[in-house]
């Protein structure tokens, strides 16, 4: 496979439920990103994750667990959600140049439902 | 705050020209972008502009004015499978990318 490969598609899970969102990356890219995306709303950037490092956490509540086990592969372990967490959960992945013009290559989406 | 703007939904018709704007106010620039996204599929990378002018690739141009904080996209000869979310963002002075909410374009025939 190439490209940003997201699983599953999609997800209804309880709001008592554990889950884990998988991203795999065949692009060789150092760089891998969470992001939310919520219906006529801007995405909104969850984690980052360059060399396998966690290099950001923009205040996400502690029920969204990333793990980052190598350069490849990207986990979001999801724990006691809210409704409100309904969403598309985006990753993406980047050759990471410290310049303004990162390319993002975004997988399809895993469709968040809690009820 | 850091802010871009752009139109929520907009309609054009199969063959026409559409331009799609978008504005932002930034903590710097270091460049501005924008996606595509079709429906419950994922974005996809059309163009970035660091540079003041217009950058052309085939029916989609990417226009940019670094001054008056505003870019458009053009889309020319437009085909049905246009219809989608057109997704702009800017890097600011931090590198953080800062996303606009998305316009949805609507094609009719």
């Known amino acids: 496979e190439t490209g940003v490969t997201q699983t599953p598609r999609h997800l209804v899970m309880g709001m008592t439920n554990k889950k884990s969102l998988k991203c795999e990356q065949h692009?060789?890219?150092?760089?891998m990103y969470w992001y939310k995306q919520s219906a006529k709303k801007p995405l909104e950037l969850m984690f980052v994750?360059?060399?396998?490092?966690?290099?950001e956490n923009n205040s996400v509540p502690s029920r969204f667990s990333p793990e980052c086990p190598n350069s490849s592969h990207l986990f979001l372990h999801l724990h006691t959600l809210q409704p409100e967490d309904s969403a598309l959960y985006l990753c993406?992945?980047?050759?990471?140049?410290?310049?303004?013009?990162?390319?993002?290559?975004f997988g399809a989406g895993s469709r968040l439902t809690v009820l | 705050g850091q802010n871009i703007d752009q139109p929520t939904e907009m309609t054009a018709t199969e063959g026409a020209i559409v331009q799609i704007n978008c504005t932002y106010q930034?903590?710097?620039?270091?460049?501005l972008f924008w996606y595509q996204q079709h429906a419950g599929e994922a974005p996809t990378f059309l163009s970035y502009?660091?540079l003041d002018g217009l950058e052309e690739k085939g029916r989609f141009s990417s226009f940019l004015s670094r001054s008056k904080g505003y870019s458009y996209l053009l889309l020319k000869e437009l085909q049905m499978k246009d219809s989608a979310s057109y997704l702009c963002?800017?890097?600011?002075?931090?590198?953080?990318?800062?996303w606009g909410a998305g316009t949805k374009l609507i094609i009719k025939p």
């Open positions: 692009l060789g890219h150092n760089a």
């Open positions: 930034t903590s710097g620039f270091n460049g």
């Open positions: 994750y360059s060399l396998e490092e966690r290099v």
């Open positions: 502009n660091v």
């Open positions: 963002a800017v890097t600011d002075s931090n590198y953080q990318l800062i």
């Open positions: 993406a992945s980047s050759q990471d140049d410290s310049s303004g013009a990162n390319v993002l290559t």
